[in-house]
């Protein structure tokens, strides 16, 4: 190495850790983002080129033969301060192997002095042809920028470079989106997405690049500025995209000087922390991190709608698509045109749906008829008069067509977001404005709420192409506008004080007037936006054996077609909190809740036909048991069946099970699994005696614990002679589908050692692998720790309802406090989060009894408290 280059070096990792200190204190004095961003670049520059002059020192006269080019994010001047440094060494054709020598000098130097390097030498041919070829490559160089060496060799370069893509630019577009439509699909395709990537998620900084490369390919410029004095890009969408990333770039530079290393991704955690750090003060109903997180959401969607409209401009702005919409298009009802691809409004129909709903909304019925886009200028001018429109009297006319809309599965989410998009939707249901971008800061919903409540709709008329009883129920209502319309306005009570379902009944009430809706449908319209959880509460938290709790909920739905309008609407709700939340064990119970309720509900069940059955099936057992000399064993177990156990399986099964317990020793258990491919678990089943030892159930959830199983629920049935049958539906997650024989022998195996050989210690519960930011979300999250005892519900049993964080050991804290208070849990319902999570248990005291006495139950609330605090202690 020559001499005075390490200097050179040691000169530039401490010019970089000053630099990155001034414009971390220039950035945390509130300096603009762009500003921060252009002194890295700055820095970085300087960097750079006294290290590639120590180099070029040793190398000669073929130094001045090259180009230094800067590319990728470098190139634009919006690096991060921690962001990869983009080289390019540009060659005259011919001279690669002269400049080697150079180029093996000068990278080492540059990786010394702690930067990340992405570097390549090419010809200007070899650069040309490799962009052409590849997406990633051509966006990177779109946004070159020389540094130094030969000027005329990149000035060469990159005019040529620039027409070569004009003239490919179709291509190149329908390239470089279906490269940005993969990373979508990566880290989020969804502007809404909780956890977003500030770079790579949908309306982030990557889409504002996307634009410019697009901007590049079909005009030859990626600046903003001179985008819109070509009339590329209007004023109102310049602006917007300035203030958007302005305040991703300051955003993204915080993440940065926070980590000290790239971070893109704006956890949870630190959604609280810039929140702060950046002075929202929240109101009333709205916390600080969800009013920040309402402006990112804000940028991101408006960055998403430009850049998509700005990209569909581009490829539809060239002369033969414009000849062919002169020549083929028509006039639609005198105030549109319809072109091949596009609708627009004339100049008469642009006054009429910058002023009127009802013609927006024709304007949204024909681009649905005609399978066209509405074309921007029309776009702009509808969205920016909804935006500056106040509120008035929506006519009847305007109801009429919307509710006409929602009548139709058809194309409806699609519709509802570009009504969104255009501020047209507010205007029609006015308190679609206050949930707009309205973060929901908890662990299970994915989307805001606006977000949410149309993601329901469609889930909704999604289930039209399913085949069981939920896609029989949708299909089968009558009157899916009002179920489609309470969908849209479920949620949009939150954000306030008050309970938002409370606030949704007012708002139901509001709209049900607004829309002049017949008496029969706005009542129905309110009971289902003010119950809308009352039925996944039943039914995933309760005993669905529970005849009295079904026969209330029937009482209270009142109808077949609410019940069926409620149970579509329960699937929808969850199905739309995000992927995977409407899992099938959760549809499963939700439909058979559905399936006990409808059967009151059309007289087919009733207390006599209850009794009928319940003696049907026990005649049924007796036939199926073996005639030996143990009948009596027989008769008395089938006899004293609890009502749960025998509704729940069918007679073979009951046998089957009762005979793998019979003539068991007092001190001895048996456990077996199988996997229920229809509700994807695992069901566990232990038979034992109740006398095998003290706290058989909360041993048992230790056990499964400790093997890395998730509890989702329990039944615990005790038999006559002290005999007991546990039953656990879990889901393995270390496995999909079926685990194999060897690991449910091995659960099994864990499960009677539990009981046979039982210990005081605490279980050594495995970690289940989620991501790292996700521990201590119980902090980040406001919700406390609650407990609730509640004796009405049920005629046998007391109900605990457990609202807490998950967290390592957290069931078998709960059930071993149980056991330590005296109380038998018959059923339990584990982790199901709808609004919140709740693990739910069945108890009595040791003599059957419920838990009588405002003293006891107030003793139980506090040790589960205290137990719980302990735990996270």
Not at 298 to 324: K, M, Q
Not at 338 to 352: H, M, P, S
Not at 371 to 395: G, L, P, Y
Not at 734 to 763: F, H
């Amino acid at each position: 190495m020559a001499t005075g280059f390490r200097p050179a070096v040691l000169a530039a990792r401490e010019k970089l850790a000053e630099g990155r200190e001034k414009l971390k204190a220039q950035h945390a004095a509130g300096s603009p983002g762009v500003q921060v961003c252009a002194g890295l670049t700055d820095m970085f520059d300087s960097v750079v080129l006294e290290l590639w002059q120590a180099a070029a020192n040793d190398a000669g006269a073929v130094a001045d033969e090259v180009s230094l080019v800067a590319h990728g994010g470098y190139g634009r001047r919006d690096v991060a301060p921690y962001s990869d440094v983009d080289l390019m060494l540009l060659v005259p054709t011919n001279s690669q192997s002269r400049v080697a020598a150079l180029a093996r000098q000068f990278t080492p130097s540059i990786y010394d002095t702690g930067l990340q390097l992405g570097f390549s030498m090419r010809t200007p041919l070899e650069a040309s042809m490799l962009a052409f070829r590849d997406a990633e490559i051509f966006t990177s160089l779109s946004e070159c920028r020389w540094l130094c060496g030969d000027e005329g060799l990149f000035a060469k370069f990159i005019e040529r470079f620039r027409r070569d893509a004009n003239r490919r630019y179709s291509s190149l577009i329908s390239a470089v989106e279906k490269a940005r439509r993969a990373e979508r699909q990566q880290y989020g395709e969804v502007v809404y997405l909780l956890r977003p990537n500030v770079k790579r998620s949908r309306g982030g900084l990557r889409d504002l690049q996307l634009l410019r490369w697009v901007g590049f390919a079909r005009y030859g410029q990626v600046d903003l500025d001179r985008l819109q004095n070509m009339n590329a890009l209007s004023p109102e969408d310049h602006r917007s995209l300035r203030k958007a990333r302005e305040f991703l770039l300051r955003l993204r530079n915080e993440l940065h000087f926070h980590a000290g290393k790239p971070q893109d991704v704006l956890e949870k955690s630190e959604q609280v922390r810039i929140a702060d750090l950046f002075a929202y003060e929240g109101t009333e109903g709205v916390l600080p991190v969800e009013q920040f997180m309402r402006a990112y959401f804000a940028h991101t969607s408006e960055v998403r709608y430009t850049v998509s409209h700005f990209i569909a401009e581009a490829c539809g702005d060239s002369g033969w698509i414009r000849l062919l919409n002169n020549v083929f298009s028509h006039h639609a009802e005198r105030d549109f045109r319809v072109g091949t691809t596009t609708i627009g409004a004339t100049r008469r129909g642009l006054t009429k749906v910058t002023s009127d709903l009802t013609e927006v909304l024709r304007l949204m019925d024909l681009a649905n008829r005609y399978s066209a886009r509405i074309d921007h200028n029309t776009w702009q001018a509808i969205r920016s008069a909804m935006s500056q429109r106040i509120s008035t009297e929506v006519t009847p006319e305007v109801t009429s067509r919307f509710m006409s809309l929602l009548s139709q599965p058809g194309r409806l989410a699609e519709l509802l977001r570009r009504l969104h998009e255009l501020r047209a939707l507010e205007q029609i249901v006015p308190a679609m404005k206050h949930a707009r971008c309205l973060l929901q800061f908890n662990e299970y919903h994915k989307y805001t709420v606006d977000a949410h409540c149309i993601r329901a709709v469609e889930c909704a008329t999604e289930f039209f192409h399913r085949d069981d009883a939920l896609g029989e129920a949708y299909r089968g209502l009558r009157n899916k506008g009002i179920l489609h319309l309470a969908l849209l306005i479920h949620d949009l009570g939150k954000g306030f004080t008050e309970d938002h379902s409370d606030v949704g009944l007012r708002i139901a009430t509001e709209t049900a007037e607004l829309f002049q809706l017949p008496e029969r449908d706005r009542e129905v319209l309110e009971y289902l936006v003010h119950k809308h959880l009352k039925m996944a509460h039943l039914a995933l938290r309760h005993d669905l054996h529970d005849e009295r709790m079904v026969v209330d909920f029937a009482a209270e739905v009142r109808s077949p077609d609410v019940l069926q309008m409620m149970f579509v609407l329960t699937a929808a709700d969850l199905a739309a909190v995000g992927p995977g939340v409407l899992n099938d064990w959760k549809l499963d119970l939700i439909t058979r809740m559905y399936q006990h309720t409808l059967e009151f509900l059309v007289g087919d069940t009733d207390q006599g036909t209850a009794s009928k059955r319940n003696a049907e099936l026990r005649r049924q057992l007796l036939e199926l048991a073996p005639n030996s000399g143990e009948r009596s064993w027989w008769e008395r177990q089938i006899t004293n069946l609890p009502r749960g156990y025998l509704f729940s399986r069918k007679p073979e099964q009951i046998v089957d099970e009762l005979t793998r317990i019979h003539a068991l020793p007092t001190n001895e258990a048996v456990a077996w699994g199988e996997f229920l491919p229809e509700q994807n678990v695992i069901e566990y089943t232990i038979g034992t005696h109740e006398e095998i030892c003290p706290g058989v159930f909360h041993r048992l959830t230790g056990a499964l614990s400790s093997k890395g199983l998730q509890i989702l629920s329990a039944e615990i049935h005790t038999l006559a002679d002290n005999l007991v049958l546990d039953r656990f539906f879990v889901e393995d997650l270390d496995y999909v589908g079926n685990p194999p024989p060897e690991r449910t022998q091995e659960v099994c195996n864990t499960l009677v050692a539990a009981l046979k050989a039982p210990s005081d210690a605490r279980p050594k519960f495995r970690r289940v692998w989620k991501k790292v930011t996700e521990d201590g979300e119980e902090q980040l999250n406001p919700m406390p720790t609650r407990v609730g005892v509640d004796n009405d519900t049920s005629e046998r049993y007391t109900i605990v309802t457990v609202f807490a964080y998950d967290r390592l050991g957290l069931l078998y804290t709960i059930t071993r406090t149980l056991f330590e208070l005296g109380l038998n849990v018959h059923l339990a319902k584990i982790g199901t989060h709808i609004d919140q999570v709740a693990d739910v248990f069945y108890v009595t005291q040791a003599d059957g009894q419920k838990l009588t006495g405002e003293e006891p139950r107030q003793m139980l609330k506090q040790r589960l408290l205290d137990a719980i605090a302990a735990l996270s202690s």
